[in-house]
């Protein structure tokens, strides 16, 4: 099985839905595989499960299914973590203050990317995308692996 069915599969596993409160939100199906919850699992990246996580989780799977290869989607990755990635500092600034401890995206997108004398604005949008883009290497990631084990089995 291809990447391409894999990444499929991990779209239609997402669905969407609304709580008591009207807000809305995406979950993995019950009865998802295992490495399907494993991967959404390591896309959360320590943080407790989220609104935030399971959305761009959803968006990136749905896009990534559009991509023949693993090595075709990483070739796009930056553009998938360009839809995603907020410039707003507004919503910049809610996201880093719902986890504080994402303020080490910023700090280890400027060490990786070297731009030491960026406004803080920037640094913020660096390091939310710099968050997006390591999902999307997450998924990419599962997606491979569990093709080329089906090819294995």
Excluded: K
Aim: glycine share 8%; with cysteine.
């Amino acid at each position: 099985m291809s990447f391409q069915f894999r990444a499929f599969d991990l779209a239609q596993a997402f669905q969407f839905q609304t709580r008591d409160d009207g807000s809305i939100y995406y979950s993995l199906r019950d009865g998802s595989p295992g490495w399907m919850i494993e991967a959404v699992y390591a896309a959360h990246d320590g943080e407790l499960p989220n609104d935030w996580r399971f959305s761009v989780c959803n968006f990136l799977a749905q896009n990534l299914a559009e991509y023949d290869s693993a090595d075709d989607a990483r070739d796009h990755a930056g553009e998938l973590a360009d839809a995603q990635a907020t410039i707003y500092t507004s919503q910049l600034l809610n996201w880093y203050a719902d986890r504080p401890g994402r303020l080490d995206y910023a700090d280890q997108a400027d060490l990786e990317i070297g731009d030491h004398g960026a406004l803080i604005g920037d640094r913020l949008h660096l390091g939310h995308h710099y968050a997006i883009q390591q999902m999307v290497g997450m998924l990419i990631d599962a997606c491979e692996s569990r093709s080329r084990q089906l090819v294995g089995a």
